[in-house]
């Protein structure tokens, strides 16, 4: 069992629609959970970044942490055909020195 | 400069051949980061290098990987004996606290 699992999709959405994306994880140590945004051919880039449980919010991204679950989700309102990506979850504890565990990526494909 | 860099963008090598792969981190970043990503897979962590500490290595998948940093400047990794089963992306990226990576746009290694 992979210590993050990631639903990899794809997934295609009507634009405008809300977006549901989803990673469960194994171990309970894990304390900072994030997610990436991935264009072809580009590197990931941070959209959200979340220290343990609860909820934060950034214009139309919402990261949700359930740590009792082990689950954390990104939802994005009102999507844009520019939210087009691979969307990765990445998670890690701190004393591993910042070395992040991702999950296998979601594409996700928002059509005009 | 602004962003990680990091060179060639594209490489294709014959099998067996040995490979050299930089990254130039962001200026002051403490912590550099190699990562490897598949087709269609998430980032698996390769090594880690935090100022002057002796780095971690331990996601490095054979003794023909090996990578090396100058102080808190450049880094590179080395692919020796090059099989088909290394072609990816390998990226690189930098931070200065947890969490907050910033990756290059990767070297897509392709062995032939």
């Known amino acids: 069992q992979k210590e993050v699992e990631q639903d990899p999709g794809p997934l295609s959405v009507p634009e405008g629609a809300i977006v549901s994306l989803n990673c469960t994880y194994s171990?309970?140590?894990?304390?900072?959970f994030m997610w990436y945004r991935q264009y072809s051919r580009k590197g990931p880039e941070l959209l959200m970044y979340?220290?343990?449980?609860g909820n934060k919010e950034d214009g139309r991204f919402t990261a949700q942490v359930d740590k009792s679950s082990k689950y954390i989700s990104l939802f994005i309102r009102d999507s844009q055909p520019s939210d087009s990506a691979t969307y990765l979850c990445?998670?890690?504890?701190?004393?591993?020195?910042?070395?992040?565990?991702f999950g296998q990526g979601t594409e996700l494909s928002v059509k005009p | 400069g602004a962003g990680v860099s990091q060179s060639p963008s594209n490489k294709v090598t014959e099998k067996g051949k040995d490979v050299e792969l930089r990254c130039d981190p962001i200026?002051?970043?403490?912590?550099l980061y190699w990562y490897r990503q598949r087709l269609g897979q998430g980032l698996e962590f390769l090594i880690y290098?935090?100022?002057?500490?002796?780095?971690?290595k331990s996601g490095l998948p054979s003794d023909r990987f090996s990578a090396e940093r100058t102080g808190e400047s450049v880094s590179t990794l080395t692919i020796q004996r090059t099989q088909q089963e290394d072609s990816a992306v390998y990226l690189c990226?930098?931070?200065?606290?947890?969490?907050?990576?910033?990756f290059g746009s990767g070297t897509r290694l392709t062995v032939v």
């Open positions: 990226a930098s931070s200065l606290v947890v969490g907050g990576y910033t």
């Open positions: 171990n309970s140590a894990f304390q900072y």
């Open positions: 979340t220290y343990s449980s």
């Open positions: 990445a998670m890690t504890f701190y004393n591993q020195g910042g070395k992040l565990i």
């Open positions: 200026s002051g970043h403490t912590a």
């Open positions: 290098f935090q100022g002057n500490s002796a780095p971690d």
